[in-house]
């Protein structure tokens, strides 16, 4: 299992561009969500998803749009990107444990996409 | 709302001493509390979780964290710290049983002198 895969590792924006962060999972998880993080704040929570067809709103999902039609897949879209934007993007998946009929515990992160955007 | 707070954005250690990294939360339920670890460069991968078991929780590469409800605390200790332990330590708390809706702490860079 490749895990969480994110792409691109680097990119660099102009004010006002719009692009994508992909991010795939082969684990067959449920739950994915995009982080974002900043120096001195830790990670904050944008997007999550709870399944195909389910989307809802983190802590900061200004300026951020999100879709899940398949299980594996979760992009990030910036449609009019801005220099507070500038930052480290982290996605991450989680899955229903059966057993314990609740969420898994442990969140499984990517390696990050660091955006920049001038 | 939920917060962490972790006391201390930079840690500085000698090879072979006590490494503490604070950590205290709030909530108005008994939280889910992990720690995380990010090596440069890379995605975050969890050290140790409490998920309202025991209260000393034992996590990898020799680190262990103790749940105190009466100090609202996580702390994370390891008796020797390894260069290899140079790294931001990241304490994150969710209300709801695994529900990874995670609130991170700030993180504590972690420095380990030879």
């Known amino acids: 299992n490749a895990g969480v895969t994110q792409t691109p590792k680097f990119q660099v924006l102009k004010t006002g561009q719009s692009m994508t962060l992909q991010c795939a999972q082969d684990?067959?998880?449920?739950?994915m969500s995009w982080y974002r993080q900043d120096p001195g704040m830790g990670l904050r929570l944008i997007h999550y998803?709870?399944?195909?067809?389910?989307?809802d709103q983190g802590e900061v999902p200004n300026g951020y749009n999100v879709s899940r039609s398949t299980t594996e897949d979760f992009p990030l879209r910036l449609l009019s990107a801005a220099p507070s934007q500038t930052s480290v993007y982290f996605c991450?998946?989680?899955?229903?444990?059966?057993?314990?009929?609740?969420?898994?515990?442990?969140?499984?992160f990517g390696q990050g996409t660091r955006l920049t955007v001038v | 709302a939920q917060s962490v707070t972790q006391l201390g954005s930079h840690v500085s250690v000698s090879e072979g001493a006590l490494v503490l990294l604070r950590c205290n939360y709030s909530?108005?339920?008994?939280?889910?509390l992990f720690w995380y670890v990010q090596y440069p460069n890379q995605g975050l991968q969890l050290l140790l979780k409490?998920?309202?078991?025991?209260?000393l929780v034992k996590g990898i590469n020799g680190f262990e964290a103790e749940f105190k409800k009466s100090e609202t605390s996580f702390h994370l200790t390891k008796p020797s710290a390894h260069m290899s332990d140079a790294a931001e330590y990241f304490c994150?708390?969710?209300?709801?049983?695994?529900?990874?809706?995670?609130?991170f702490g700030q993180g504590t860079r972690l420095t380990i002198n030879p």
């Open positions: 991450a998946s989680s899955y229903w444990d059966r057993n314990k009929k609740g969420w898994n515990t442990e969140a499984f």
């Open positions: 684990m067959n998880h449920e739950y």
């Open positions: 998803s709870v399944g195909a067809g389910i989307t």
């Open positions: 909530s108005s339920v008994p939280p889910y």
């Open positions: 409490y998920t309202s078991a025991a209260t």
């Open positions: 994150a708390v969710t209300p709801l049983q695994g529900a990874q809706k995670l609130v």
